[in-house]
């Protein structure tokens, strides 16, 4: 079991920075691919950026490839994205997801485990 906790969203202006943080409780979480998904309004949610258990290797959207950092610490239980160069199109909910062995790590019903989410609010 993994419980997964968002934080460091808020409201931002266009080109500023942010970075999101998503604290894990349970002894597993070095074994889990963490992905980042974001939700915009009225719309599904979707694939932002994934990193493997090992923190070795990342994988991004073409959307925010270039401006966003996934990275892990695992003795503390933590996964990031630094979100720089941010744009209005970047506001949304931003999910952290947990998941193990799934191929699809850009689909969000692959992932077992997901936070409550965190606001960004870019402004223009």
């Known amino acids: 079991q993994v419980h997964l906790v968002e934080s460091g969203g808020g409201l931002v202006q266009a080109g500023g920075s942010l970075r999101l943080s998503c604290a894990a409780s349970?002894?597993?979480?070095?074994?889990?691919?963490m992905g980042w998904f974001r939700q915009p309004p009225g719309k599904e949610r979707e694939f932002v950026a994934w990193?493997?258990?090992?923190?070795?290797?990342?994988y991004y959207d073409d959307s925010v490839k270039g401006r966003f950092t996934i990275s892990r610490d695992n003795p503390k239980n933590t996964v990031y994205l630094q979100m720089n160069s941010l744009k209005p199109e970047d506001t949304a909910v931003y999910y952290c997801?947990?998941?193990?062995?799934?191929?699809?790590?850009?689909?969000?019903?692959?992932?077992?485990?997901w936070g409550q989410g965190t606001q960004v609010t870019v402004s223009s």
């Open positions: 997801g947990a998941a193990r062995g799934k191929i699809k790590f850009t689909t969000a019903t692959e992932y077992d485990y």
């Open positions: 349970g002894r597993t979480f070095s074994s889990y691919d």
């Open positions: 990193l493997s258990w090992s923190g070795a290797t990342t």
